[in-house]
């Protein structure tokens, strides 16, 4: 049964997990396989999820239901449909302590983000020996410096000293994690802009390895001055 895409309704995790399954392609799975995903996965696309999200909106003891299922993409619906309001820090963590791969610890940071722990579970993911745990810390603290209009600069001056003193000897895709931090600090106000460049020149290159995938890793230097322009750019027009 196809989840309308019309109007808010009342939807089970079997008709979830059928539609998820139904829209599943084999070189979508060996796409993710080839990013890293593990465990069970159906294959389906983040278009096809996005669907789901717009036609369930929000849905609390869905998103709990979907994460235990363990599937790849019912966990990344889980974390879009999730109400931040409910999702306490205890919770959290408790999803987190699951995670296994740096993709879905990107799609449950932009939910810890939205949540009243968003602060305090980032000082604790960006310091974890976990890959995954930091991932999640560090695309945390990037979308902190995104959204968060109450947090001063303080707050992001101490997680750069942080960020640089660390990068170097973190585990792989946590460094990818730490750059995407950088670069979003780094386009959130001209102050943090230059003290961001000047981090990221002192760090020089960050070498992550993406496996077999054609990602790259952004030069935080010119990704932040590119993204200011385009800002400037996007305020004079409007």
Known sequence: MAVSLNRRFDVTKTQVMRQLRATGKAQTRKTYRNHGIQ?????????????????????????????????????????????????????????AADLEDRHLAGALSNLAAESAAARSLTKQWTSSHSEALACCGWHTLASLARADNDLDNAYFVEYLGKLESRIDSSANYAKYAMNNA?????????????????????????????????????????????????????????
Request: glycine fraction near 6%.
């Open 182 to 238: 950088l670069i979003n600090i780094g386009v959130r106000n001209p102050q943090l802009e230059r003290r961001a460049v000047a981090a990221a020149k002192r760090i020089g290159k960050v070498d992550v390895d993406h496996g077999a995938t054609s990602c790259k890793t952004p030069d935080a230097v010119a990704y932040i001055k590119k993204t200011v322009a385009y800002n400037q750019a996007k305020a004079a027009r409007s």
């Open 39 to 95: 465990g069970d996965l159906f294959g389906t696309s983040f278009a096809e999820i996005g669907k789901l999200r717009r036609a369930i909106k929000m849905d609390q003891t869905l998103a709990e239901q979907l994460w235990a299922t363990a599937n790849y993409e019912a966990r990344t619906l889980a974390t879009m449909i999730a109400d931040p309001t409910q999702m306490t820090g205890a919770k959290l963590k408790t999803w």
